[in-house]
């Protein structure tokens, strides 16, 4: 059973950083698409930020040189380094795993993914 676990979330001064991180079990799916969507209150998913199974990464245009994605393959785990955080940054996090492309995913509204997990919440205060 492939399970996502996310951690790090928390709340934060408008400026701060946060680091996310996500243990996957379950699943070694180094040759595939993975990454972070967030969902803000009363709004849809959207995707943030992924990284492709041969390491190349996109990410969402409002997060470019705020936010750094990576994986660690040898300890099956997903990061998001966030930078810079603005209060509109406050969203749920969601770690995901299985999609199409990175380029894809980083500027869908809900966008697809096989595996999610069940988020964790970060909050940035003005």
């Known amino acids: 059973q492939v399970q996502l676990v996310e951690s790090g979330g928390g709340s934060v001064q408008s400026g701060g950083s946060l680091r996310l991180s996500c243990t996957i079990s379950?699943?070694?799916?180094?040759?595939?698409?993975m990454g972070w969507v967030r969902q803000a209150p009363g709004k849809e998913r959207e995707g943030v930020a992924a990284?492709?199974?041969?390491?190349?990464?996109s990410y969402r245009d409002s997060v470019k040189g705020r936010f750094t994605i990576s994986r660690d393959r040898a300890k099956n785990t997903l990061s998001l380094q966030m930078n810079s955080l603005k209060p509109e940054d406050t969203a749920m996090y969601y770690c995901?795993?299985?999609?199409?492309?990175?380029?894809?995913?980083?500027?869908?509204?809900?966008?697809?993914?096989?595996?999610w997990g069940k988020g964790t919440q970060v909050t940035v205060s003005s």
């Open positions: 379950g699943y070694n799916g180094e040759t595939q698409c």
């Open positions: 990284i492709d199974g041969d390491g190349s990464t």
């Open positions: 995901a795993a299985v999609c199409a492309s990175s380029w894809i995913v980083v500027e869908a509204i809900n966008p697809v993914f096989e595996y």
